[in-house]
């Protein structure tokens, strides 16, 4: 690897005012397992990596029990998310997700920020994160802000990010009763692969447990950016969830999907597999949302 | 950019000079001059570069020498007793064939262990993921896989595939 310097700054203003004085030739690290391949291939060459490893914020997701957010810090490893037993018991699509992550030793090291803030189009954790309504935090010079995560994905490799600013946390609003979720990668071998799609689909469901009050269906590696298939996701709204409704929905996101001729995978068999995907999360979600109804 | 870090060694307190743009596999190959950390990929994909840091499997090849200051690494040379008697998983991986070429068996070894210090009861399911990251290209897994279970409680009666064997050559 070239050379560079190494900042280790403790807090989130320490870290910025070194951003600032680099005017450009310094990048974040986080857990660095995109940010070092990169600059071994010689993609990227900053003059200096500012880790944030070492600035203190959550070691593990923290639920508000009065407000019934989720706040996941964005410096957790994918390892603390996935052996939390919080998101283990009521976040099981977001655990879904983070447990398929490249490997232990990845998911030991990456963070769930750096998976959001690498912006690629098959980001594991930012589906279910978008299926659960999920807000970015961020923090830059200007003070902080907040943006929702529908919204935070421009393009590929590209997220709503200023210079500078570092996304901190990640909020998860409170869910609604009755409400399931699971998302599945698709690829061709469980590990170590980047998904040839990822579907994520979460259902609330009405007291009678069958009618759907709020459906999500998002997709990953279906478009330049992760999206929500809110067409697909009005065809459930106030319909009974079943084989048939969900066939439709499937079929719906299937054609509101931009899929495209991959290494990984050719577009007709991507988007057939919305279709099928779509279908076989959205009956897991429902049997999870009525296991969530009997423990409560 | 040169900095001074101190950690633990395969058990030993030790401070060394790094420079910041070294990789902890770099770091632990050529300047602690301990080779039995293998580098494959180079790029986190194979994890024939795993070491432990902190009782977590890393992958050395892209973590930084200087993230290793006041961290304890453990590399396969720390495993063996100080009279050179084999730990568990390295006596199990020699007499079940789980070592073939042997490029990728510390890393193999690391993951193991890493998963049985936290989980001595892990079934093959549990295995499976922990390896997931480490590949090997003799084996096919299954002997692998064998010579992990046997140690963790939930050991198959034999081998799956005779390995082979001293007496019979």
Request: hydrophobic share 40%; proline share 5%.
């Amino acid at each position: 690897m070239h050379h560079f310097t190494y900042l280790v700054p403790g807090s989130l203003n320490e870290a910025i005012s070194m951003h600032e004085a680099r005017h450009g030739r310094a990048k974040y690290i986080a857990g660095g397992t995109d940010v070092l391949v990169k600059m071994k291939e010689g993609k990227l060459a900053p003059d200096c990596l500012i880790s944030l490893r070492h600035i203190i914020g959550q070691d593990r997701p923290f639920l508000n029990a009065e407000t019934g957010e989720l706040y996941i810090g964005a410096f957790m490893t994918h390892r603390s998310i996935e052996r939390s037993p919080l998101v283990q018991h009521r976040y099981p699509i977001l655990h879904d997700a983070v447990k398929n992550i490249g490997s232990v030793q990845i998911r030991n090291v990456a963070t769930i920020g750096g998976n959001l803030v690498n912006a690629v189009p098959s980001a594991d954790g930012a589906i279910p994160l978008i299926a659960l309504d999920g807000r970015a935090h961020i923090y830059g010079p200007k003070g902080d802000r907040q943006i929702d995560l529908t919204r935070f994905f421009l393009g590929p490799g590209q997220c709503d990010l200023q210079s500078a600013e570092i996304l901190t946390e990640i909020i998860v609003p409170r869910q609604a009763p009755r409400t399931g979720g699971a998302y599945t990668k698709h690829g061709r071998r469980e590990a170590m692969e980047l998904p040839m799609l990822g579907v994520g689909v979460l259902l609330s469901l009405e007291p009678d447990m069958t009618t759907c009050a709020k459906a999500r269906i998002c997709l990953g590696v279906a478009a330049p950016t992760p999206f929500r298939a809110r067409e697909a996701e009005k065809s459930l709204t106030g319909r009974p969830i079943t084989e048939e409704t969900l066939s439709d929905a499937g079929r719906i996101a299937a054609g509101e999907s931009r899929v495209r001729d991959s290494i990984r995978g050719v577009a007709w068999y991507r988007r057939e597999m919305v279709g099928v995907l779509v279908k076989r999360m959205g009956f897991l979600a429902l049997e999870r949302a009525k296991r969530t109804e009997q423990r409560a | 950019m040169a900095r001074d870090i101190s950690f633990v060694f395969n058990g030993n307190n030790m401070t060394a000079r790094v420079e910041d743009h070294w990789t902890l596999l770099y770091f632990i190959r050529e300047e602690l001059g301990y080779t039995g950390t293998k580098e494959g990929c180079g790029s986190g994909e194979c994890g024939a570069c795993t070491v432990i840091v902190d009782g977590a499997a890393v992958n050395s090849c892209i973590y930084l020498a200087a993230e290793l200051d006041g961290r304890s690494l453990l590399t396969i040379e720390g495993l063996a007793a100080a009279d050179g008697s084999l730990h568990p998983l390295q006596k199990a991986f020699v007499e079940r064939g789980g070592i073939q070429c042997g490029f990728c068996s510390p890393g193999m070894i690391l993951s193991a262990k890493a998963l049985l210090d936290e989980n001595p009861a892990a079934s093959e399911e549990d295995i499976r993921a922990a390896i997931a990251g480490n590949l090997c290209r003799c084996t096919g897994y299954i002997q692998i896989i064998d010579s992990i279970k046997s140690v963790c409680g939930d050991a198959p009666e034999g081998p799956r595939v005779v390995a082979w064997r001293d007496e019979e050559s």
